[in-house]
T-cell receptor
């Protein structure tokens, strides 16, 4: 069964600090990996999408990496801001049917 | 351009009652999806549609029905609500199966 595991489940960081979120997946065959940001009470919004041949993708202060060999991805948040407080969801698409497998998310809380 | 909208935003039902959730998108997308999000779990696909007049089962379809009579609308029905259907429901749409999915704001449903 295709699975996506995220760690940590939650973390608290001080404003201005950096943090890294992890995603491991077993989805095969692999099509692409996406990171979504979900604010409380809102729907997920796409941050980055990476295909097999891409190993890094940035969107402002968000940088995602992908190691397709080890089936791992990370999302790095630089110089965190209060508005970064949200749940970050790793989503992997299978090449066989393009259906999405969602991780449970990492809840990030940024404190002043 | 409103993107993906969902109505209602909140709803409380008693066991056995029925209701319909409405999703509308104004991006002319072919694909539409209904997900449910439960605490500690990733989003799970309930039903999806690859075009007007077509629907298909997702990962957790039992207890739900859907209809796609118009390209821009995707309805999710609960014929006899059960407490296990207490969840947050998200609708999403995409232009192609492997393209980015755009999510609505969600409907929080409580079944007593």
């Amino acid at each position: 069964k295709n699975q996506v595991e995220q760690s940590p489940q939650s973390l608290i960081i001080l404003e201005g600090k950096n943090c890294t979120l992890q995603c491991n997946y077993t989805v095969s065959p692999f099509s692409n990996l996406r990171w979504y940001k979900q604010d409380t009470g809102r729907g997920p919004v796409s941050l980055t999408i990476m295909t097999f041949s891409e190993n890094t993708k940035s969107n402002g202060r968000y940088t995602a990496t992908l190691d397709a060999d080890t089936k791992q991805s990370s999302l790095h948040i630089t110089a965190s801001q209060l508005s970064d407080s949200a749940s970050y969801i790793c989503v992997v698409s299978a090449a066989s049917d393009y259906k999405l497998s969602f991780g449970a998310g990492t809840t990030v809380t940024v404190r002043a | 351009n409103a993107g993906v909208t969902q109505t209602p935003k909140f709803r409380v039902l008693k066991t056995g009652q029925s209701m319909t959730l409405l999703c509308a998108q104004d991006m002319n997308h072919e694909y539409m999806y209904w997900y449910r999000q439960d605490p500690g779990m990733g989003l799970r696909l309930i039903h999806y549609s690859v075009g007007e007049g077509t629907t298909a089962k997702g990962e957790v379809p039992d207890g739900y029905n859907v209809s796609r009579l118009k390209k821009q609308n995707f309805l999710l029905g609960l014929e006899s609500a059960a407490p296990s259907q207490t969840s947050v429901y998200f609708c999403a749409s995409s232009s192609l199966s492997y393209n980015e999915q755009f999510f609505g704001p969600g409907t929080r449903l409580t079944v007593l």
